[in-house]
């Protein structure tokens, strides 16, 4: 066992912003089972979805999401 490995690993936020990205483009506003139904397609990982399975329910523009998130689109 090494001192370098972190003790508890963060999701890689730039996945998630990836996401939005994507999903946002030519969009204003989508809901929150769309957002979490792409990022199952995209397999994100489990925590990440986690986090977009507990917004709720609603449509959300971008930078909501993102805030909500914890992402830096915007």
Same mark, same amino acid.
């Given at each position: 066992?090494?001192?370098? +490995?972190?003790?508890?690993?963060?999701?890689? =936020?730039?996945?998630?912003?990836?996401?939005?990205?994507? =999903?946002?483009?030519?969009?204003?506003?989508?809901?929150?089972?769309?957002?979490?139904?792409? /990022? &199952?397609?995209?397999?994100?990982? /489990?925590?990440?979805?986690?986090? =977009?399975? /507990?917004?709720?329910? %609603?449509?959300? +523009? &971008?930078?909501?999401?993102?805030?909500?998130? %914890?992402?830096? &689109?915007?």
């Amino acid at each position: 066992m090494t001192d370098d +490995a972190p003790v508890t690993e963060q999701p890689d =936020i730039r996945l998630l912003d990836e996401l939005l990205d994507d =999903i946002y483009h030519g969009q204003e506003r989508i809901s929150q089972a769309d957002i979490y139904r792409r /990022a &199952v397609a995209a397999e994100l990982p /489990a925590e990440l979805l986690a986090r =977009i399975a /507990a917004l709720p329910q %609603g449509e959300y +523009a &971008v930078d909501e999401a993102a805030d909500l998130l %914890g992402g830096t &689109v915007g």
